[in-house]
């Protein structure tokens, strides 16, 4: 393919040799003759072999071809989507594979072998549904959506268009809730259900609980890395990130546009505002207004808590130091007191 040909399909100016031929694409360590890969920072741009460049405005006098957008990385990943991702093909529905009653299915599905399909379950157009899938009792899965191998979707759970689960996810367990009784912990009946909207992925071995009434949301377009626990009743808004071993209560309501950094635990009914950033590892124990970035356990905001960080690794000095006050306190006194003798 040559440069003016990937341009034409992913955008972006050329400067350069529009006919250097581009046969892949590959990070910048590796990148050889033949291959186009991306710079983003003006810094330390190391020796590059690749044939073809993406860049920005920023970025100039470079050898190689260039292709000039605002946003290299996406262009990038555009590129990588127009050499080895390959287009839709159905594969039908296996025999081997069960299907239950009432089931409404799309055009041009796959269902791959031992996939369950239950009562009332309906499939849009070009759904893929992986190996050993398990979709419960009236579930939804919208057009282009695709569950990969092993996942569980339980009864009352809703998929949204283009969404992406990956092996290993449940969705739809029942939510952690339990009253004390007497002495026991008293199951309380989790009836409600999930809805995953628009173009969400959820990576590998995520458990989404369905909400003990009402839903569980998760809003489109928000990406949610492997091993995540979202509880029941929870609430997240439209294109957050949520990232691996975060651990969301029950009843969080998260805001538009908000990250959780990976192992952060956040407390139950607490409200993070849009656009808000958790960093990793912090403990949020009460709501976080929107835009404001917070760390630390308890969290707190961002730059106090590097401030605490920082006094932090010098409290050895100063117990060093109160030592050193204290005994010339009590020789001073000690003083005093023979004075007063005297």
Not at 85 to 97: F, H, N, Q, R
Not at 131 to 147: E, Q, R
């Amino acid at each position: 393919m040559k440069l003016r040909e990937l341009a034409a399909l992913i955008g972006g100016r050329i400067e350069g040799s529009p006919d250097v031929e581009i046969t892949g694409v590959a990070g910048i360590e590796n990148a050889k003759e033949g291959d186009i890969t991306f710079i983003h920072n003006v810094r330390d741009i190391p020796p590059v072999a690749a044939s073809a460049l993406i860049v920005n405005e920023e970025i100039k006098g470079l050898a190689a071809s260039l292709l000039i957008v605002g946003n290299p990385q996406f262009a990038f990943a555009r590129a990588l989507e127009v050499f080895y991702v390959k287009p839709y093909s159905p594969s039908g529905i296996s025999d081997k594979a069960v299907i239950g009653s009432n089931v409404r299915i799309g055009d041009d599905v796959s269902v791959y072998p031992n996939a369950y399909i239950g009562d009332d379950v309906e499939l849009g157009q070009r759904v893929t549904i992986s190996p050993g899938v398990f979709l419960g009792k009236g579930v939804t899965v919208g057009d282009d959506s695709f569950i990969h191998p092993n996942v569980t979707i339980r009864e009352k759970v809703k998929i949204g268009k283009r969404v992406i689960v990956h092996s290993g996810t449940v969705i739809g367990s029942d939510g952690f809730g339990y009253v004390p009784e007497k002495g026991r912990q008293y199951k309380i009946p989790q009836v409600g259900g999930v809805i995953v909207e628009d173009d969400v992925e959820i990576g590998a071995n995520a458990c989404i609980d369905r909400a003990t009434v009402g839903n569980t949301i998760i809003g489109g377009g928000t990406k949610i890395d492997n091993l995540v626990q979202v509880a029941h009743n929870v609430k997240i808004g439209r294109n957050c990130i949520i990232v691996a071993l975060a651990g969301i209560s029950g009843s969080v309501e998260i805001g538009d546009g908000a990250i959780i950094a990976g192992q952060v635990g956040i407390k139950d009914h607490v409200k993070i505002g849009a656009g808000a950033i958790v960093a990793a590892q912090a403990g949020i124990t009460g709501n976080i207004p929107a835009g404001q970035i917070y760390s630390g356990t308890p969290a707190i905001p961002h730059g106090t808590s590097l401030r605490a960080q920082n006094l932090y690794s010098k409290l050895p000095e100063f117990a060093k130091r109160i030592r050193a006050i204290e005994k010339k306190l009590d020789i001073a006194q000690k003083l005093d007191e023979k004075k007063d003798k005297i």
